[in-house]
């Protein structure tokens, strides 16, 4: 015992902190949730600053659930009956995965098929995102169309992302003389106006 806490005080004062704080109680740290503004709590629309970031959600979650389905029936064309279905199912579903975190001073949903959650952080789950993400997913397939859709998943993930996310009217896209390294503003689908 004795000498696992001398190591424990040893790698403390090297790493230039007291012992309390290497060795003291794990539990004793706090890793604060989110801070939630008015929009992000009250809002039943996607908040303008994580629009990017919900659309690759919708996108990754697109493209699994047509996936599933190809693999399901033994062919890889679906009839359009049965991507239209898959494709209003996908929005339906569940979004409960979806949460916002906060990484480096920056608001950020996370959930699969979106960067990796910070090591030690709050997630905040539940609540408005779920209704948010189906809302917006049903929006995309309005404006889109299934069939556009589907051909853009028949073309790769990357289309599909492409075409939801980062095209013309896409909530990731650079507006014109945009700076590089970071989405662009989004904007508003037509039904969310």
């Known amino acids: ?10 790698l403390s004062l090297a790493a230039g902190m007291g012992a309390e704080d290497g060795c003291g109680d794990p539990m004793s740290h706090s ?6 503004s008015a929009e992000e709590r009250l809002s039943p629309h996607m908040p303008e600053a994580l629009r990017c970031d919900a659309c690759h959600a ?10 599933r389905a190809e ?14 279905e898959v494709l209003e199912r996908s929005c339906s579903q569940g979004w409960e995965l ?4 906060e990484r480096s001073g920056e608001k950020r949903l996370t959930g699969p098929g979106l960067l990796g959650q910070e090591p030690m952080s709050v997630a905040v789950t539940g609540g408005p995102w779920p209704g948010r993400l189906a809302k917006m997913c049903h929006g995309f397939v309005g404006e889109r169309g299934e069939e556009q859709l589907y051909s853009a998943h028949r073309r790769g ?19 014109a003389g945009g700076k590089a390294g970071g989405p662009a503003p989004p904007k508003a689908l037509q039904n969310e106006l």
Do not use: N, T
């Open 98 to 101: 979806y949460g916002l975190q």
């Open 71 to 84: 693999a399901k029936v033994g062919r890889r064309v679906l009839s359009e009956s049965d991507y239209v």
């Open 1 to 10: 015992m004795w000498a696992v806490l001398a190591v424990c005080m040893a």
């Open 157 to 175: 993930p990357a289309a599909l992302r492409d075409l939801l996310c980062h095209g013309e009217k896409g909530p990731c896209a650079r507006p």
């Open 31 to 36: 890793i604060p949730a989110p801070q939630l």
């Open 58 to 67: 919708i996108a990754f979650q697109l493209e699994e659930q047509l996936s």
